[in-house]
């Protein structure tokens, strides 16, 4: 027995050496379970295991390592039941306090805990045997840490915490507002602009075949832009066994990468404009509703919030919950709306966790075109690259087949008292707009309409009217398609380059009237505010001066959308509009609104970009405070690189949205990647890696992705190993 067992050891070590290509996957299941997890010097676990549920096990006990309190506080979110231990706000949230009575009454409005239960039931028995493993990582985690008393009365952890957690994800997103500019389904929340449950983001993706790359290999660009914390918190990491190797990210709570690359291939998802929600106005007679003129019953149930308060004790908050039969009822402003919603209540997609699964372990293009076919994830453009050189993008998740109307119609409330508004279906992949191998050479999209993903443009009349509005793309899609167009085929080093670009091309469109208008003016305040922006670079670098004050103009112009321009955004016109400055007395005066706040701070109009605004993580005094000169500027001056930045206590401007996990990734043999995590890879304030990439990102620096077991090895500081 002794000798089996040294036997039994010295071969796990030994296998526990090896890449996973390099297992017998038809001698999978006489192996024993396990894996061992190396922490790199910035944090990032790569696992090694045997097989995926050993996998998942290692990855939420790592995960709980990094985000302990945050992801426990995720899932208390998810079950609806937050208040009851957190209390009706949680001051402490990034970057920004969130109010969790809000949250619980819309998970439960939504019905998401029972849902979960039901998704949990309806996973196959390897998705089942891989959730259960994550959740029993985070357990056996949680035991093991030092955690507030709030975030300790929420374990144990249940695999349905899981399920609910990817509801409430797609939630945000699905009802946020729409590119149109209406609230849509937002506007049932008590606060359509601002809550922690619709403010998600965007990103810039880009997919580069060979007439586009120095080595003729494919290339993609996978740069998220979401909120600094919160749900939308990236967690990186590296996935290797015989049933799933990826290296990617994810969102904190996700057991699955979300985005990632692997030798084959590699994606990207951007948040698109998609119409995945419709709100219903109700015609109501008495506690009943109206459709097609009959008088029809809500289905009501009653539940109860428990809300913790200062002195510990739980308050009782009665919640009644209605549904017609098209969703979900909200009561707004004195009017009855009802939510219809793909994917999470309606057409639900409870195989999406294990979509993103197979997505990563696709042997080639073909196959993972007919894993995405199956729009198991109701939200996202995927923008695809792979070692056999193929590219492709593509509008992705649900929309509703509807019976008529075009997407402003359907981005605001419509007749609920009709039936034949009412849809139960949703358009095949085949009916989305996609680009596949363009001759240019490139797929992109940095969350604008999906027109313009390639050159030439689609055609939107091809599509259903509803699809998607026909408006010009952002400028930030505009100075990306710019740099991918105007640049020398690209080398990664090039491309890490290019991602950093932070041009202003809404000052390539306007400055020069801007200037010549303050210039004619006599007035020298003006003048000399023509000079500093004379001298800018256009640019939002660190060192760069003028910039401040140029967004500073933007900005009480109303932002870019309400300039009087010359020439208006016009989708016909989608790479040169808008332009010019037709406004001179407006624009001057807004210009002078902003010379009179820059009198008033005492700062001069040339104004270093970095010096006003920040990189910052923590709080000063805190266990652990990062402050880093910024670059980027916010989305209205369409730059490639962007950030959003709110007021901070010292009267600077600190970056709470933008880049966060980015990958530059080059098929070639071998392949090559450049990665960097702009706030680092912990949600703990007491983790050395909680705002330890700022410094990279105020410098434009990205590391090299450690990929093979040679190069993670060479570059553990730290290492743990599970037997599970």
């Excluded at 707004?332 to 999406?352: E, H, N």
């Excluded at 596949?436 to 999906?450: E, K």
């Excluded at 932070?502 to 020069?512: I, K, N, Q």
């Excluded at 990102?697 to 590391?703: A, E």
């Amino acid at each position: 027995m002794i000798r089996h067992a040294l036997r039994t050891l010295l071969g796990a070590a030994a296998l526990l050496s090896l890449n996973a290509c390099e297992i017998d996957l038809e001698d999978l299941a006489t192996k024993p379970r396990g894996s061992q997890v190396m922490w790199d010097t910035h944090g990032v676990p790569h696992i090694y295991a045997w097989r995926a549920d050993s996998l998942s096990y290692a990855f939420g006990r790592a995960q709980l390592q990094m985000h302990p309190e945050l992801l426990l506080r995720l899932y208390a979110q998810a079950r609806g039941r937050s208040a009851e231990y957190y209390g009706p706000v949680f001051e402490s949230g990034e970057p920004f306090p969130t109010d969790l009575v809000e949250v619980d009454t819309l998970i439960r409005t939504m019905g998401f805990p029972t849902r979960a239960r039901q998704w949990l039931q309806q996973q196959s028995p390897r998705m089942r045997a891989y959730i259960d493993g994550f959740v029993a990582g985070i357990n056996d985690q949680a035991a093991k840490m030092e955690l507030s008393p709030a975030a300790r009365a929420v374990l144990p952890i249940r695999s349905e915490d899981v399920m609910a957690h990817t509801l409430r994800l797609f939630f945000s997103y699905l009802t946020s507002s729409v590119t149109t500019g209406a609230a849509n389904c937002s506007m049932a929340y008590p606060d359509p602009e601002v809550t922690p449950i619709n403010v998600i983001g965007g990103s810039n993706g880009w997919a580069l075949g060979s007439p586009r790359t120095a080595s003729g290999n494919a290339m993609l660009l996978a740069n998220p832009h979401l909120v600094w914390g919160g749900t939308h918190t990236w967690f990186e990491a590296h996935f290797n066994s015989p049933e799933y190797d990826i290296y990617g990210a994810t969102l904190v709570g996700l057991p699955v990468m979300r985005i990632g690359f692997n030798q084959r291939l590699g994606w990207v998802h951007t948040v698109n404009s998609q119409d995945g929600c419709d709100l219903y106005e109700l015609k109501r007679q008495g506690e009943q509703y109206l459709l097609d003129g009959q008088p029809r019953d809500f289905e009501t149930r009653q539940e109860t919030l428990l809300i913790k308060q200062a002195d510990g004790t739980l308050k009782s908050q009665p919640l009644t919950i209605q549904r017609s039969v098209h969703g979900p009822v909200f009561e707004k402003d004195g009017k009855s709306y009802a939510m219809r919603v793909v994917g999470i209540d309606q057409l639900q997609t409870p195989g999406v966790l294990e979509q993103w699964w197979d997505m990563a372990q696709a042997k080639d293009f073909s196959q993972f075109q007919k894993t995405v076919a199956q729009l198991r994830n109701p939200y996202h453009n995927i923008i695809y690259a792979d070692a056999a050189k193929n590219i492709w993008g593509v509008f992705g998740g649900l929309t509703p087949r509807r019976s008529q109307g075009d997407a402003e119609f359907w981005a605001n409330p419509v007749d609920g008292s009709r039936s034949d508004l009412i849809w139960r279906d949703a358009l095949r992949l085949d009916e989305l707009p996609q680009v596949t191998n363009p001759a240019t050479g490139w797929v992109q999209n940095s969350n604008s309409v999906p027109w313009t993903m390639g050159k030439p443009a689609l055609d939107p009349t091809r599509y259903a009217s509803y699809l998607s509005p026909y408006i010009s793309p952002l400028l930030r899609e505009q100075r990306g398609i710019q740099l991918i167009e105007n640049s020398p085929p690209f080398t990664l080093d090039s491309l890490v380059t290019a991602k950093h670009d932070t041009r202003s091309l809404l000052a390539d469109r306007v400055l020069d009237d801007l200037i010549a208008f303050a210039k004619a003016s006599g007035n020298a305040e003006l003048m000399a505010a023509a000079q500093v922006l004379g001298q800018w670079d256009r640019r939002s670098d660190t060192t760069s001066r003028g910039a401040v004050l140029f967004a500073g103009w933007v900005a009480f112009s109303g932002g870019e959308e309400a300039l009087p321009y010359r020439q208006a955004p016009d989708p016909a016109q989608p790479y040169t509009t808008p332009a010019g400055l037709a406004d001179p007395v407006t624009t001057l005066t807004n210009l002078g609104k902003t010379i009179a706040v820059f009198k008033q701070t005492g700062l001069p109009l040339d104004v270093a970009f970095g010096d006003v605004y920040r990189f910052r993580r923590g709080q000063p005094g805190g266990p652990r405070y990062v402050d880093e000169a910024a670059n980027g500027a916010s989305e209205s001056l369409g730059g490639f690189r962007t950030f959003g930045y709110v007021n901070d206590k010292d009267g600077r401007q600190r970056a709470v949205f933008g880049d966060t996990f980015t990958a530059l990734v080059e098929f070639g043999r071998p392949i090559r990647a450049k990665v960097v995590h702009t706030y680092g890879n912990s949600s703990n304030p007491s983790s050395p890696h909680y705002g330890d990439q700022l410094a990279m990102s105020s410098r434009n620096v990205m590391r090299d992705a450690l990929l093979t077991r040679r190069e993670v090895e060479r570059g553990a500081i730290r290492r743990e190993v599970f037997l599970r």
